[in-house]
């Protein structure tokens, strides 16, 4: 899947400028952006539901554009908003579903039942979809593509209003379809659901993709590659600041002065001269944490932005 | 194909679970055809001979009016309703999605008026198979031309809702009073009858009335009424393929 220059534009809005993306077959390629940065459109370009503005858009070798038909045949998304059919079943929409898309009929529903207990949607199979609560429809949206297993299936915040032990669920059900052959492309502003999922991930803002590579890479990428967190007993003191930002490295403090945040390159070299620093000036530390950046700290560093901010 | 009838038959599917609506409607169509029908039938008695089946027809006509005219609002319905991108990322082509649309139209069509229809013709005497099978036909094409109007119309409502309903009861408004549903056109003012031509619920009633004998002379040519009925069948149809295909997205995301 592959697309070169592809821009789309609502009137005067640029939802898409001239990005350049490609995934490969068998893996799981993470979009991550805050909202409105464009996942979505750059995935109903994909699946054929919107026309781009300008560029080309490539699944499976075929362009998007030209060839719809041939495209929705091949991949199966996942929305972000799981709406319609309201009067109809789960167990209904999924047998239409799985019909549509030639699902061997003597394998049909046993696999529609299966996946319906996988996702924990069996106790809802006869309820009306209006009845469903917001995560058992989103669920429903995820089981469509588990029950078709497509070439390429996209899931659009396949977790948004889903509970931490469903969202383990879908992850592992979304990784048990990578290991059956197909493509993924995963759109978050979920850090933890990009980082449990991603064989690779793309940055995507303000339309445009950012950085593309693996998680390691990307958080080695980062100046620095330790996290250091520092609790000060008290506000620590603008000379101090100064001296502690002089170190190397680069320093954060909290609004409250009284909380500090480094990414610096070696935390074993940086640690002994921050804390001999505190002392002469006479400030008491009361914990020192040691991480690995997130891809919250990727976002920020390439962004200069957070995945919570607005683009 | 396989896939068109597959879609096609999922909308029917809930379609034939709304019995208490179809239901309703028939008993409504009885109603006004035995009070303000008959009422009607006394006024203009003596102008037009069985004033009564005219009419009978004429509220048929109506009826296969708003059947169509619901197909263009469901379509609008789906894209507000977030069904509508589903349906364009399925395994079909906008044509065969269009063609679907088409076929749940025409089972919603014949459920509301097939069998009231069959019941005027038992009960007035006028039931034979070929009159009931062509003027069905006729009925069915001019919903079909109804629905490729309304669907023609839907782009209007990817701008905005408010307007496209706007503008659809000012049509449906001029179509219907602006015809020869209720009054024959030789009878109309010389103002009036130009316009009433215009409106293509003119050809599908007097079509319809002339496959079920009623008197040509009250009635238009029925070679140029069903000629004006595929047309508009074939013409609104293409127009609303076209559009769906070039024109319509299925959601506006940022």
């Known amino acids: 899947m592959e697309t070169l220059n592809l821009s789309k534009k609502y009137g005067k809005t640029d939802a898409l400028r001239g990005l350049n993306f490609e995934v490969e077959e068998g893996e799981i390629m993470v979009i991550l952006g805050p909202n409105g940065s464009g996942k979505t459109t750059l995935l109903m370009i994909l699946c054929t539901i919107l026309k781009p503005t300008s560029g080309i858009a490539k699944v499976v070798g075929i362009d998007v554009a030209k060839e719809g038909t041939k495209v929705r045949e091949v991949m199966g998304i996942a929305f972000q908003e799981a709406r319609g059919f309201w009067r109809h079943k789960p167990s209904s929409i999924l047998r239409f579903h799985a019909s549509m898309f030639d699902i061997d009929p003597t394998k049909r529903q046993d696999l529609i039942d299966q996946t319906m207990k996988d996702l924990e949607l069996w106790e809802s199979r006869d309820k009306l979809f209006m009845h469903l609560s917001g995560g058992q429809a989103k669920r429903l949206e995820t089981a469509k593509v588990l029950v078709q297993r497509p070439k390429l299936a996209i899931f659009d915040e396949p977790t948004s209003q889903v509970d931490l032990r469903g969202k383990r669920k879908i992850w592992d059900k979304i990784k048990e379809l990578r290991n059956q052959g197909s493509t993924i492309i995963v759109a978050t502003n979920e850090v933890r659901e990009a980082e449990y999922l991603a064989d690779r991930v793309t940055i995507l803002h303000q339309g445009q993709r950012v950085v593309c590579d693996t998680i390691p890479h990307l958080k080695d990428a980062i100046a620095g590659g330790d996290v250091v967190e520092v609790d000060f007993e008290d506000p620590v003191s603008a000379r101090l600041s100064e001296e502690l930002k002089s170190l190397g490295g680069s320093v954060a403090l909290s609004p409250q002065g009284n909380q500090m945040r480094a990414m610096v390159s070696r935390a074993e070299d940086w640690v002994p001269k921050m804390t001999s620093a505190s002392y002469n000036q006479g400030a008491k530390i009361s914990s020192i944490k040691i991480t690995e950046p997130s891809l919250d700290d990727v976002f920020m560093q390439f962004t200069g932005t957070t995945l919570e901010d607005k683009p | ?254």
């Open chain 2, 1 to 254: 194909m396989n896939r068109v009838l597959t879609l096609a038959a999922y909308n029917i599917k809930l379609l034939l679970s709304e019995r208490n609506w179809f239901f309703l409607i028939w008993a409504l169509f009885a109603l006004q055809i035995t009070i303000f029908g008959s009422l009607m039938s006394r006024l203009v008695s003596g102008k037009v001979e069985d004033y009564l089946f005219f009419y009978s027809i004429g509220l048929m006509v109506i009826t296969v009016f708003d059947s169509g005219a619901s197909v263009g609002r469901n379509f609008v319905e789906h894209a507000h309703e977030g069904e509508l991108p589903y349906y364009l990322s399925l395994p079909i082509s906008r044509r065969g999605f269009l063609a679907a649309q088409a076929l749940y139209g025409v089972a919603d069509t014949m459920l509301k008026t097939l069998p009231p229809l069959l019941g005027i013709l038992f009960f007035m005497g006028r039931l034979t198979v070929l009159g009931a099978f062509f003027a069905v036909l006729a009925l069915l094409l001019l919903g079909l031309g109804i629905s490729g109007i309304m669907i023609s119309m839907s782009f209007i409502a990817f701008k905005s809702v408010d307007i496209y309903s706007a503008f659809i009861a000012g049509l449906s408004a001029l179509l219907v009073r602006f015809s020869t549903v209720f009054y024959p056109l030789i009878f109309m003012p010389n103002f009036y009858s130009p316009i009433s031509l215009l409106s293509p619920l003119t050809y599908g009633a007097d079509l319809a009335r002339w496959f079920l004998g009623f008197d040509p002379q009250l009635l238009l040519n029925p070679i140029l009424a069903a000629a004006v009925v595929t047309a508009v069948a074939v013409g609104t149809l293409s127009l609303s393929a076209r559009i769906v295909d070039r024109i319509i997205e299925g959601v506006k995301v940022g």
